[in-house]
């Protein structure tokens, strides 16, 4: 159909290859909690997930079929999936996963992300945070961006409010012991500058 909304990423491959790289990465992101790829399959991985984190709340024998044919070592990840990850998000109504874009990685410089489970013992929202507030002086005010990072990052954590305080202690300790000064995101190159000056 000539103009037709796409309905999913083909990620120039065939239909079995495309599933194969989805269940991979699915299977490793329950494994790891976090992935770094493409954006592209990032944002096709994430749908898969989420799905999968939902036929695990539901906690069927027919979700539990559903994830044994997902996964590619169902032994090892569907017993942590209808466990420690379905009662980690049996209060939480969606929004398992999260994608944060990052610097390209790849020497084709594609685009970049981070895959990751929200809430894990690995979450990168939770860490910035956690940071952003280590840094801030006894004088200064919590901005309304950080503010909102807090109550999303601790909504429904369990004990996320202690959990923050803990971790910004810990942070505060590592800047005493010499933390190295912000750098910036794009260091300009010397071949820029001096492209520039002639």
């Not at 909304?5 to 991979?24: E, F, I, P």
């Not at 790829?37 to 559903?66: D, F, I, M, P």
């Not at 049996?90 to 994608?99: A, D, M």
């Amino acid at each position: 159909m000539a103009g037709g909304h796409m309905k999913y990423r083909h990620l120039s491959r065939s239909s079995s290859h495309r599933q194969a790289l989805l269940r991979n990465l699915v299977t490793s992101l329950f494994k790891h909690e976090t992935i770094t790829t493409t954006w592209h399959k990032a944002k096709e991985t994430q749908r898969l997930a989420e799905k999968l984190v939902t036929l695990g709340k539901r906690n069927t024998e027919a979700s539990r079929r559903r994830a044994h044919q997902i996964f590619f070592t169902p032994e090892k990840m569907v017993p942590k999936l209808f466990g420690p990850i379905r009662d980690r998000y049996l209060k939480r109504p969606g929004g398992y996963t999260r994608v944060l874009r990052v610097e390209p990685i790849k020497e084709d410089q594609a685009e970049s992300a981070i895959l990751e489970l929200v809430d894990s013992r690995r979450d990168m929202r939770f860490a910035m945070t956690a940071k952003t507030l280590a840094r801030l002086g006894k004088d200064e005010e919590i901005n309304e961006v950080t503010a909102r990072n807090v109550k999303k990052v601790t909504q429904f954590r369990k004990n996320g409010v202690a959990q923050l305080r803990g971790m910004v202690e810990r942070m505060k300790n590592v800047q005493d012991n010499h933390l190295p000064d912000k750098r910036r995101v794009y260091p300009e190159d010397k071949w820029r500058r001096d492209m520039h000056l002639k």
